[in-house]
């Protein structure tokens, strides 16, 4: 047994389920890189993107459903949010690290060199890729059964934190009840070419900046403001 078809057991192992088609869950943990440098074993399209399209489509549609019957007073948006939390990249990436999918994926010899085990956006695939494969291997009901137990644990910390609601959404709540202030935004920095700029905001309460934050858009920027803001004051002791 090589290492790759080891670690692969061991995922097996840990969901609790052996696939009666291995060449599916072969195939869910087939990252595009390996597929191209490895052409003899099934061509350009022999990599997990397939079942990625799949399983995220499976994912979105099990989550909405028990969310439905689970929570049947909750608006649409409250919902809406509750569900894209669960399946967001950072949410099936660690679950896709519980089941130690990293140590199973076949990459490239780049992508494997530049830490491609442990990227979020590689976990997330896989993990999409895995909940295709099994919808196909065994259907619906089989999936949910094991996969539901480590949603019922994410949506727990989920509630817990409230970090389904966004950040910005999050420190205007607390700013205004402890402080009886609505924060304010402004854009301090643009950097980098027009395809590619960075946003740099800042957040401030009654003038004073309390958070600064950077992204891609001026949106991304301004929640990474806020969650900067929420991290200062929480870590110095006033409550969120």
């Not at 195939?27 to 061509?43: N, R, V």
């Not at 590619?196 to 003038?207: I, R």
């Amino acid at each position: 047994m090589n290492g790759s078809e080891g670690a692969a057991t061991m995922v097996e192992e840990r969901l609790g389920y052996t696939f009666r088609h291995p060449d599916l869950l072969r195939l869910a943990l087939t990252h595009p890189s390996y597929a191209h440098e490895h052409p003899q074993e099934g061509g350009e399209s022999h990599h997990n993107q397939r079942l990625e399209f799949l399983g995220d489509a499976v994912l979105d549609f099990l989550v909405a459903a028990w969310l439905y019957e689970r929570f049947p007073d909750l608006p649409e948006g409250t919902l809406t949010r509750l569900r894209a939390t669960l399946v967001c990249t950072e949410s099936l990436a660690n679950l896709a690290r519980e089941l130690r999918v990293g140590e199973a994926l076949r990459l490239g010899r780049g992508e494997e060199e530049h830490g491609g085990r442990d990227r979020d956006a590689n976990l997330c695939d896989a993990m999409e890729a895995l909940s295709g494969a099994i919808y196909l291997d065994a259907g619906l009901d089989r999936l949910w059964s094991l996969l539901r137990p480590r949603f019922e644990q994410a949506l727990e910390r989920i509630l817990e934190t409230r970090s389904y609601i966004d950040a910005k959404s999050r420190f205007q709540e607390w700013a205004q009840a402890e402080r009886k202030l609505t924060p304010t935004y402004r854009i301090v920095r643009e950097d980098g070419p027009d395809h590619a700029k960075l946003f740099t905001a800042q957040v401030l309460l009654g003038g004073e900046v309390v958070g600064e934050g950077s992204g891609r858009s001026k949106r991304t920027a301004e929640q990474a403001a806020a969650e900067a803001a929420l991290a200062r004051l929480v870590e110095g002791g006033e409550p969120q």
